[in-house]
């Protein structure tokens, strides 16, 4: 069966100072990955996605990057955190049927940052 | 326009009601559809895939409006245990696997 891992589970970071969060896939080949943040009491928004390796879309932009260095691992980077980089960011995967088509999303359990 | 809008609420209905959510989406080449739930402070998890002729899980209904592009999940028999917040997703045809989230409805069941 297919798990995701994400960690860490929480984070206390300074501000301006580095951040590297990172998700891996297990069970499963070429997964759509997604790096999603959501701010206290709101909605998820997408920040990067990747359909492979190498391949990262941006969705916002910001102070934050992303990178598929192998298959089943994606990681979500910052060289200088700001106090707006706080939230609940959530890695998920999808599988692809082909012709564009997806299945569903499974999510990592999540790390809530708190820059301060 | 969003491109996936729901009504936040929160929709506070007592034990045993009937509720019913509603989900547009602005891109009418969007191809799947589902309805996740989250509990406070934890990852979302999802609650059913929304097919183009509408679906049952138990107490849950899910249906697709392709006309008025809009989805619909309706809740029978509100238990305690379903507060929690209800997200729709979007995928789009075409946009290399992007899932678009709605801000989600959130619901309290109470006594």
């Known amino acids: 069966s297919q798990t995701i891992h994400q960690w860490p589970a929480t984070l206390v970071q300074p501000v301006g100072s580095p951040l590297s969060l990172e998700c891996t896939v297990e069970?499963?080949?070429?997964?759509?990955l997604y790096w999603y943040r959501q701010a206290a009491g709101r909605g998820l928004q997408l920040l990067f996605y990747?359909?492979?390796?190498?391949?990262i879309s941006s969705e916002v932009p910001q102070n934050l990057s992303a990178s598929r260095p192998q298959d089943r691992q994606f990681i979500l980077s910052s060289k200088k955190l700001l106090l707006s980089d706080s939230g609940f960011y959530l890695c998920?995967?999808?599988?692809?049927?082909?012709?564009?088509?997806?299945?569903?999303?499974?999510f990592g359990q999540g790390t809530r940052l708190t820059v301060v | 326009r969003k491109e996936v809008e729901q009504d936040p609420g929160p929709f506070n209905v007592p034990e045993g009601a009937t509720v019913a959510f509603n989900c547009t989406y602005s891109?009418?080449?969007?191809?799947?559809f589902f309805w996740y739930r989250q509990d406070c402070r934890k990852e979302p998890k999802l609650l059913m895939s929304?097919?183009?002729s509408g679906n049952e899980d138990g107490r849950f209904t899910a249906q697709l409006n392709r006309a008025s592009q809009y989805i619909s999940l309706l809740i029978r028999d509100s238990k305690l245990s379903d507060s929690a917040t209800y997200l729709c997703?979007?995928?789009?045809?075409?946009?290399?696997?992007?899932?678009?989230f709605g801000t989600g409805t959130r619901l309290q069941v109470t006594l």
């Open positions: 998920a995967w999808s599988g692809s049927l082909g012709n564009s088509l997806n299945t569903e999303a499974f």
């Open positions: 069970g499963t080949s070429n997964p759509n």
């Open positions: 990747s359909v492979g390796i190498g391949q």
């Open positions: 891109n009418s080449a969007s191809q799947s």
């Open positions: 929304v097919y183009s």
């Open positions: 997703v979007v995928i789009e045809t075409g946009t290399a696997s992007k899932l678009t």
